[in-house]
């Protein structure tokens, strides 16, 4: 399984960013997808997962899931530079427990 995420860039503190995720490679749907950051000096963390058709919302952040292909999405608002990370996508399939993980996209918010 191939995830591509796309979407990250250089935003002001107090904007908005989505993020895209687009999977690939897999010979049956995907189960759970969902996004994790990476902040400068702490570990990877679950922001939230979602399966198909659903919608989970944090705080700021809001991942939906489209119905009917395995492609995710991270909406972002109100960013503040200790959002600043690297945002990877993932994905489990029915039955399985690896997690799959996307390359990442960053982002970086200024002050």
């Known amino acids: 399984v191939q995830l591509q995420a796309s979407g990250g860039g250089l935003v002001q503190a107090g904007g908005s960013l989505r993020l895209s995720c687009d999977a690939s490679?897999?010979?049956?749907?995907?189960?759970?997808m969902g996004w994790y950051r990476q902040t400068p000096g702490k570990q990877r963390e679950l922001i939230g997962t979602?399966?198909r058709g659903g919608q989970f919302v944090k705080g700021r952040f809001t991942i939906s899931r489209d119905n009917a292909e395995d492609r995710t999405t991270l909406q972002m608002t109100s960013l503040q530079p200790e959002d600043t990370g690297v945002y990877f996508c993932?994905?489990?399939?029915?039955?399985?427990?690896?997690?799959?993980y996307g390359q990442g996209t960053l982002v970086t918010v200024s002050s």
């Open positions: 979602v399966t």
């Open positions: 993932s994905a489990t399939r029915y039955g399985r427990s690896y997690v799959y």
């Open positions: 490679g897999s010979d049956s749907r995907l189960h759970i």
